[in-house]
């Protein structure tokens, strides 16, 4: 099996936006899978259609996708991202209002020009999470089962503490519980993203982006 290099800065924040469109289309695709009737809606429309290598932009993130992600990746024979950027942002909204069966599918990447205070629960290890969950906090939802690459995205209740507890468990282990600490600029923010990471070395930390969004005059 050939052995990647790690991705560079740039791949990475490709690789984070491939990763947000994937899971908008794997959700799309379970509830349009849940629909009695689907008369009216083609099923091409909900599903990935893949990138446009005769671009330049979009040959990159073919590339990324390829060679980083587990999805099958698809030749688009056209221009494809700019519509997938725009369904995104669209989804990010919508996801917060759709039924907590579809948890596993929502991950937006970049809560960041949303309104309120928005939880991500990121796992950059190569082991599966059976259960994550923050204690004495009223993170909605929790997080739950939480693969390897995979994010969910809550709510976060301000003001936040000087520390949260975090518990988890690997399948076939016991639970583990560490203390992390929260940025100051969060506990300090109301608005924003608090992304809990479980990272390469099995620990926890916690990072925040400050909110860009403006309330409209």
């Known amino acids: 099996m050939k052995r990647l290099k790690?991705?560079?800065?740039v791949d990475r924040s490709r690789l984070r936006e491939i990763r947000e469109i994937f899971s908008m289309f794997h959700a799309m695709g379970k509830c349009y899978e849940g629909l009695m009737d689907k008369s009216g809606i083609h099923a091409e429309l909900v599903g990935f259609q893949g990138f446009d290598?005769?671009?330049?932009?979009?040959?990159?993130?073919y590339r990324v996708a390829f060679d980083y992600s587990c999805e099958r990746v698809?030749?688009?024979?056209?221009?494809?991202?700019h519509r997938y950027r725009s369904m995104a942002k669209r989804w990010i909204i919508a996801a917060e209002f759709l039924p907590s069966d579809l948890d596993d599918s929502l991950v937006p990447l970049d809560l960041t020009d949303l309104p309120g205070m928005h939880l991500v629960y990121e796992n950059a290890a190569d082991i599966d999470l059976e259960s994550a969950s923050v204690a004495s906090m009223g993170f909605d939802p929790p997080c739950g089962e939480l693969v390897s690459c995979g994010q969910k995205c809550g709510a976060?209740?301000?003001?936040l503490p000087a520390q949260l507890t975090m518990t988890w468990r690997v399948r076939g282990e016991s639970d583990r519980t560490a203390d992390v600490a929260v940025p100051e600029a969060a506990r300090r923010a109301s608005r924003g993203e608090?992304?809990?990471t479980f990272g390469k070395t099995k620990t926890w930390s916690a990072t925040f982006r400050e909110s860009t969004y403006q309330e409209e005059d």
């Open 194 to 196: 608090l992304r809990l």
């Open 74 to 81: 698809f030749e688009s024979h056209e221009r494809v991202l």
């Open 6 to 9: 790690e991705p560079s800065p």
């Open 53 to 61: 290598t005769h671009r330049s932009e979009e040959a990159e993130f």
């Open 156 to 159: 976060a209740r301000e003001p």
